[in-house]
């Protein structure tokens, strides 16, 4: 292989996108990035706020561009020995081609991964009524206490009132009936 530009562009490519993947990886492992939990009492936010709660892993992300980078590369080396006999233009055909087709196939398939895997920490309204509910602050008459409940394993918070506006003391069970706003209305058990 004889070393022109164009060698030396390919192989810049492949070792600064797979430099970058690997160590992307390590810091990634070693780093001690954030665990993806949430505080249980945050506050009551159990509302669907409307929008769209699907993760869209971006194309120009850092990892996509290091695959690119890594299959273009790859794929102009590969094109140019290949194609020895042949103009330069067809290896890098060959390597953007390669570095296109693999950078959209893994950014899809980590958008694809990350969109089964992500959680929310919200509750959608229809997935809390009927629900059994813990008064941690009692709930005086025509007033608005606290209570507590569990959705999908995750522990909420929410202020409540009365759907009778009668007393409810704290440490009783009662059903949630509706929602209004962030305040759950609540029934006795």
Avoid at 7 to 13: D, N, P
Avoid at 129 to 135: H, P
Avoid at 166 to 186: C, N, S, Y
């Amino acid at each position: 292989m004889t070393w022109t530009w164009l060698s030396w562009a390919y192989t810049f490519s492949l070792t600064v996108g797979t430099g970058y993947t690997v160590i992307a990886f390590f810091l990634g492992h070693v780093g001690g990035g954030h665990d993806g939990g949430h505080d249980s009492g945050h506050g009551g936010d159990t509302g669907d706020h409307g929008g769209d709660h699907s993760l869209h892993f971006p194309l120009f992300s850092p990892i996509a561009i290091a695959i690119f980078l890594t299959a273009f590369g790859a794929g102009g080396m590969i094109g140019q020995e290949m194609l020895k006999d042949r103009h330069p233009a067809f290896s890098l055909a060959v390597a953007g081609v390669s570095g296109i087709v693999f950078a959209v196939m893994i950014a899809s398939a980590m958008a694809f991964i990350f969109k089964k895997t992500i959680a929310t920490s919200h509750a959608r309204e229809g997935d809390i009524l009927g629900i059994e509910a813990l008064v941690i602050i009692a709930i005086p008459a025509g007033g608005t206490g606290k209570v507590t409940y569990e959705v999908a394993g995750s522990r909420f918070s929410a202020p409540a009132r009365s759907l009778s506006a009668t007393e409810i003391r704290q440490e009783a069970i009662v059903i949630i009936r509706e929602k209004d706003g962030q305040t759950l209305i609540v029934v006795a058990k």
